[in-house]
């Protein structure tokens, strides 16, 4: 445990002094901003929480956004400190294979949690105080799944950048791969199941497996958690008429997003332990 | 027991052949010399010694403990090991670094500052490694390799790009860890960068031991001959090609290969001709090419 310990630090400072927390942070808060004082607009005078609104439009921004970065953070972790010549001399420590992937995992974790709550959190509270709606009445409850699901969105791109960061030889391939998994993940994977919607509209598409197809998908389910997560939010994006047998409960949502967390990493640890050095 | 045994070690990548039937034993306290050039399979066998890869066949027991069990891992903070190549995290300190490394290794950070003085890098262990020049960041990759006073310390190329006075340095601290009674291994793709100091050297070439003993002994047991270029004009040729085994008239010169205790007749023999000649150079193999010679005989190309 102290020797993970260790390498979560070292990995964290890496990190801070790569400004990429700091980078990270001032971003996030920039676009969340943004968005949600454009978004607050059109509010007007209706009954809902502004901060509703930006719990909707911050998480529209977040399954771009977040997968982006954690795929950043985590796809050269591993290659680069191949190619660069520490990581044959950190396996000669007494560290275990599972212990580096580990420690890096809880330390990218740790920065983009960082990222997220300071930059999300200022906009939410930004929004708060700017309207006339009482700061106890905002959707608190909606606002706080979406930082918690953001992190674990995170978390599940994190884990299959390590994957990529271990599988590959080189630094450029594995960047090469893990904009593709991006792209897959947040745009081909959704337009795919658009047109297999839209070639079975004469009927006989079952909806309930299109359904599950799409929550297979862990930003589709990182999605859905957030716009249903309230009346709200749900009113907002549309997903109001959804009928309740529709609805998904949310603890298949976290269950759907862990095990998009745990099988990557899992499977990283077990290719990283086979991996010719 | 042996600090390194290495029993028929062999290692394939693929079909090609890094390492074939490797024999090797070194006693704690030794000093051995991996030589070889790049491709002769120095690295391949440093990484089985430290665990890292495991061989195809063979045995390998490093410290009492086969070095791919999960026993190994706690003999680990007894080794200390260089790579040919590390390029650390620049935008750390040296101190930080060698923190990290020590606190892997449970070493005490008491004793990092004595090992930043030990390298000279001293001054300049608050200062980040991006400034740091080549030199002092092989010499804080020794440091890192010294940590926690190694009985096993394992250098792979720590010379190589070296000016004159950081090699002394680096064999003069190799000497004191040698003097602590540590066994240490290290490798070289040039015979040059070696040091008197080294007590047996093991020459590598394509996978296999091509000859293992002392410098001294080595370069007594092959005797290579020498070569005798002459130069002198095409009639001259003639009579030497008459009187001596060689090749003639190779861009107007002769080459005739001597063995080295035979130049002294040879040449009296070649003034006893008394025939006009332009040039004379006696070409003595370099312990260099003493060992590519060897690696030569000893190791015959398969095609």
């Known amino acids: 445990m102290n020797r993970i310990w260790t390498l979560v630090i070292k990995e964290s400072r890496d990190g801070y002094r790569n400004r990429w927390v700091v980078m990270l942070t001032l971003v996030m808060t920039l676009l969340a901003l943004t968005l949600s004082l454009l978004g607050s607009t059109p509010t007007g005078t209706t009954s809902i929480s502004p901060l509703a609104v930006t719990v909707v439009s911050l998480s529209s921004l977040s399954i771009f956004f977040i997968p982006l970065i954690a795929l950043l953070l985590a796809y050269d972790s591993v290659v680069g400190e191949a190619e660069r010549g520490t990581l044959i001399l950190l396996l000669t420590y007494p560290v275990s294979r599972t212990e580096v992937i580990l420690g890096k995992f809880i330390a990218h974790l740790f920065l983009l949690t960082i990222a997220i709550v300071i930059g999300y959190g200022i906009a939410g509270l930004t929004i708060s105080f700017a309207g006339e709606y009482g700061f106890a009445d905002q959707e608190w409850e909606s606002f706080l799944r979406l930082l918690l699901s953001s992190v674990l969105l995170g978390a599940v791109f994190l884990s299959i950048g390590y994957m990529i960061s271990v599988a590959v030889k080189e630094r450029t391939t594995a960047a090469a791969v893990a904009i593709g998994i991006w792209l897959l993940f947040v745009l081909l994977y959704d337009m795919g199941l658009l047109a297999l919607l839209a070639a079975g509209s004469d009927g006989g598409i079952n909806g309930e497996l299109v359904k599950w197809l799409m929550l297979i998908n862990p930003t589709d389910s990182y999605r859905m958690f957030n716009l249903t997560s309230s009346s709200d939010t749900a009113l907002l994006s549309g997903m109001a008429g959804l009928s309740s047998e529709h609805r998904v409960s949310d603890t298949s949502l976290i269950l759907i997003m862990l095990s998009w967390t745990i099988a990557p990493l899992v499977a990283a640890i077990a290719i990283f332990k086979r991996r010719q050095l | ?239 030497l090609s008459r009187h001596f085994e060689g090749k003639f008239f190779v861009n107007g010169a002769a080459r005739i290969s001597c063995p080295a205790d035979k130049k002294i007749s040879f040449l009296r023999e070649l003034i006893g001709l008394d025939i006009p000649l332009s040039d004379i150079e006696v070409n003595d193999p370099s312990l260099e090419e003493v060992f590519l010679e060897l690696a030569r005989k000893k190791a015959p190309e398969d095609e």
């Not at chain 2, 030794?30 to 790049?38: F, M």
């Not at chain 2, 996978?207 to 004009?233: F, Q, T």
């Open chain 2, 1 to 239: 027991m042996n600090s390194i045994e290495l029993t028929s070690l062999s290692k394939f990548y693929g079909k090609t052949e890094a390492l074939a039937a490797i024999d090797l034993a070194v006693a704690p306290g030794d000093c051995l010399a991996l030589v070889g050039h790049n491709g002769a399979g120095k690295s391949t066998l440093i990484k089985m010694v430290l665990g890292l890869i495991r061989p195809t066949s063979g045995r390998a027991v490093v410290m009492g403990y086969d070095p791919m069990s999960a026993p190994f891992n706690g003999i680990r903070k007894k080794i200390g090991f260089l790579p040919e190549q590390v390029l650390f995290q620049n935008n750390l300190t040296g101190w930080e670094t060698l923190t990290f490394y020590a606190r892997l290794k449970g070493a005490s950070l008491k004793d990092l500052e004595g090992l930043f003085h030990r390298v000279d890098l001293y001054e300049a262990m608050n200062n980040r490694i991006s400034t740091y020049s080549k030199g002092m960041r092989q010499r804080l990759g020794l440091a890192q390799a010294l940590i926690g006073s190694p009985e096993l310390l394992i250098l792979d190329e720590p010379t190589s790009g070296l000016d004159p006075a950081s090699r002394r340095n680096v064999y003069s601290i190799i000497n004191d860890m040698k003097r602590n009674g540590a066994t240490i291994l290290i490798s070289s793709h040039a015979l040059t960068e070696l040091d008197d100091r080294i007590d047996r050297v093991a020459v590598l070439n394509r996978g296999k031991i091509a000859a293992l003993g002392s410098i001294a002994n080595l370069r007594r047991e092959m005797n290579i001959s020498s070569e005798i270029v002459i130069h002198a004009p095409n009639d001259t040729m003639k009579i």
